[in-house]
């Protein structure tokens, strides 16, 4: 059995949610998407420069909402910028889970998800499909 500090993930969150890498406003943005966690009041917007290439090449998020929130969708942009969009539609929840590093109750789990649902969003709108939000659950 391997033992696992959970300490030092929990540093990396709260880290992530005091000082949130790419956090901001994307001008210039061909991909964006917003949405919410109206239980908890969490909300996050992603903005992504894709080239002709399909190569994120900067990634930014806004909004607001409670440290797994901030530090998932901060530690989502840092993963994905400089990823080809195909490569990072492939990010599922356990991805997410694995960055994260601590167990979440269930009421967490929607906001260390919203970042994904929203990078997901985003990625389909700029492939021209329409994807309701509520659809990505299945996806995520």
Do not use: Q
């Not at 929990?10 to 005091?18: A, F, G, K, S, T």
């Amino acid at each position: 059995m391997i033992f696992v500090d959970e300490t030092i993930y929990r540093e990396n969150v709260l880290d992530h949610y005091h000082n949130p890498r790419n956090f901001g406003k994307l001008s210039g943005a061909n991909a964006k998407a917003k949405d919410d966690n109206p239980l908890c009041g969490d909300e996050i917007e992603l903005r992504m420069k894709v080239s002709r290439k399909g190569i994120i090449d900067d990634v930014k998020f806004s909004g607001h909402g409670c440290a797994i929130c901030l530090a998932s969708s901060s530690m989502l942009t840092e993963k994905i910028k400089g990823k080809r969009l195909d490569a990072a539609l492939l990010i599922c929840k356990t991805d997410v889970f694995s960055m994260i590093g601590v167990e979440l109750s269930p009421v967490r789990v929607k906001c260390a998800l919203l970042g994904l649902k929203v990078l997901k969003m985003a990625g389909y709108f700029y492939k021209g499909r329409k994807v309701r939000p509520c659809g990505l659950d299945s996806e995520l």
